[in-house]
Every structure is written in C-alpha cells, then in structure tokens.
C-alpha cells in the first residue's frame, strides 16, 4: 500500500508518495519527469523489504513553489537531507537519483554525507568530472535545450506550446529506443503545466551568484564520500555516456559505474531488468 505525505520542510512542502516498510530508499526524480519515475524500482525494492520514498521536487505540482524561489543544487540538497531527517530521523538512508535527482544527491551527500549510506545516481555523472567534458561538440549540441531555457517569456511559450510537445521530443530525443505511454507522459505534463517557470528555473539556476561562485557551486564540487554507483544508458542523448569518463577519482569511498546498452537517459524505466539487480546488490539487505 501507498502513503501520499505532504511534509512541511520550512522553505517547502514536498509531496512524497512512501511504499513499504523497513530501511528508507530515497529515489528523486529529474526533468521532464515525476514521483512515478522509480515505478520499475519500487516492487524489487519493497519486496527486499525496504521502505521507498518518492518525493516530488521543489516547484513541480503537487510539491508547493519554495518561499526562497530557489531551485540551486545547495537548495535542493538540503531538501533531500530534511527528507531524511523527517522519514529516517534515527538510520542513514539509501539514496537513488536520476538527473536533477543525481544533482540534488551530489549536494546533500556534501551537505549531510552521515545522514546517507548508499548513493546511486543515474544519467548525470559527477559535475566536477563532467565540467570540462560539457564544451565537447556533440555534448553541446545536446544541451542545446539549457540555453533555449534561458529566454525568459520565450522559454515558457515553446515548453507550453502544443500540449508539451517539447516535452514528448525530449523523451524521444534523450530515450531513442523507448516509447513513453501517453498516459505516463500526461502525468509528467500535469506536474508541469502549473509550474513552468519553476520548472525552467532549475536551469536558470545554473547562472545564479551561488552556482557560480557560491556554496552551490562548492557543493556540487566536493569529492563525494559516500560509497556509490553510477548507471547511464550507451544511448544516452542527453549527456553522452563519455561525460563518465575519469568520474572514479571523484568519489573517495569508492564506485562503479555501469554503463547499460540499449538504453538512454531513462534507463531505469528502459532496462529495469539490468538495473534492478545493479541497484539491490548494491544497496544490500536491509
């Protein structure tokens, strides 16, 4: 049975969708996406005897708009540490993100690394390692979206124009061999449609004081110390599965990295039965 919670963190209340019972698994979904990304993970996860816990992020509906109006990596890390707090005041806590949720990991387990036993990020390696990968030409052409996001006014009109239909090209464009189900793309849309320009912001926070130069941008450099793994899917068209070259030196507890074939940047819905194992070996019995 599923518990919807609405929690109260201060600067925001995050909806989290809580399957199970047992040690908490925090599994963070990224863009364009929803609390129902992990939906291939939750079954093996519970059945392992875990606790699984889907928030979603800060600005997405049904998730409140921060009073801050901040949606920086140093923000979003903190959120996944009250999380943490609130759901597993007493025991460390496994962790599971995929793209913004990969990012939000890098920031808490910089923030808080006691509070987590386990990291997995999935699609987006770490910043530090992929920063001077990010001008390589083919990755360019693939962020072409961060820039687009920045025109203010622009932005919003061509992510709302046509019921979201950028949002099914970036599922086709990022996922090649996948076909998201319209009813699973509708559910994404729904979260979106009330908050684009909180949506957009994640990206416009890229080029805020603090991500260039502040506690954000130091957070998402810091050497990860918590014990992880990394999956990213060969086909990946949104960061090239090259950005996870030279990644290991960055993480002093150890990791590995798993690339899986066949699969893009949703690869936990596209090989679950890759994953899956990748995931509950690594996170290891409760």
Request: glycine share 8%; net charge neutral.
């Amino acid at each position: 049975m599923a518990e919807t919670k609405t929690l109260d963190l201060g600067d925001v209340e995050l909806s989290c969708i809580v399957h199970g019972d047992g040690p908490l698994v925090l599994c963070v979904h990224g863009f364009p996406d929803d609390a129902r990304s992990f939906r291939a993970q939750i079954d093996p996860l519970v059945a392992r005897g875990f606790r699984v816990a889907c928030p979603t992020m800060r600005g997405y509906a049904p998730s409140s708009i921060p009073k801050s109006r901040r949606y920086d990596a140093e923000a979003l890390g903190r959120d996944l540490v009250a999380l943490a707090d609130r759901l597993s005041p007493g025991a460390p806590v496994r962790l599971v993100g995929h793209d913004w949720g990969a990012i939000a990991g890098y920031a808490a387990t910089a923030l808080a690394p006691a509070r987590f036993s386990h990291l997995v990020t999935i699609a987006v390696p770490h910043i530090r390692a992929t920063l001077p990968l990010l001008a390589l030409p083919a990755q360019l052409r693939r962020s072409w979206y961060i820039a687009f996001f920045q025109l203010r006014g622009i932005a919003e009109r061509g992510l709302a124009k046509n019921d979201f239909a950028l949002i099914d090209r970036l599922w086709r464009d990022w996922s090649p061999g996948y076909v998201a189900s319209r009813e699973d793309l509708d559910h994404i849309k729904a979260g979106i449609a009330p908050r684009v320009p909180e949506v957009l912001a994640y990206y416009r926070a890229f080029f805020t004081p603090s991500s260039l130069f502040g506690e954000a941008r130091r957070l998402l450099l810091a050497q990860t110390t918590v014990p992880a793994i990394h999956i990213h899917g060969e086909d990946d068209g949104c960061v090239g599965v090259e950005l996870t070259r030279g990644i290991e030196r960055h993480f002093l507890a150890g990791i590995r990295v798993h690339t899986v074939p066949r699969a893009g940047h949703f690869v936990h819905l596209e090989r679950p039965e890759i994953v899956n194992p990748i995931l509950l070996d690594f996170l290891g019995a409760p």
